[in-house]
């Protein structure tokens, strides 16, 4: 009886393949530093034609600011290397990172959510192994880098 209310595929021809799951689109999407859980809006049909292409569009502009998300993920670090150094957390915490270039080794995709309609147009959100209760998000709109956030949840 469910399968009557079952959303169709999406393919893509640039994207691939997606399943429409808790209101959203969901397929992959491969960026440095890895491939990342990509969630798009979209109604029972299909993805909305601005989320696809911001999605094709976010392949190619990420790069330029891997630089900016690096600094900040170093800038979110810091306060848990004073908490190291300080004896404030346990040993297993004895993470040291020299510098912004240092952080990819203890970064991975945890998503990117793009909902073109909030203002806050594309979120790529990291898992990190500095803060393991929470994920760390660069926000943009118009591709206009807005923030990141280190206490985004999961989608």
Known sequence: M?????????????LGEFHRSGGRWKGRIALPPGVFPLSLAGDRNAPRVRAIELARELRVRFPIFLSQIQDGLFQHYLPYKEAIEAGE????????????????????????????????????AFSTEWDIEHTVAATFSDWQFIELNGSVGGI
Do not use: M
């Open 89 to 124: 957390l346990p040993d297993s915490h004895h993470l040291q990172i020299a510098s912004a270039s240092d952080v990819w080794r203890h970064v991975k995709p945890a998503h990117v959510l793009i909902e073109p309609f909030k203002g806050q147009d594309v979120e790529v």
């Open 2 to 14: 469910f399968e009557l209310f079952k959303s169709t595929p999406f393919q893509d021809s640039e």
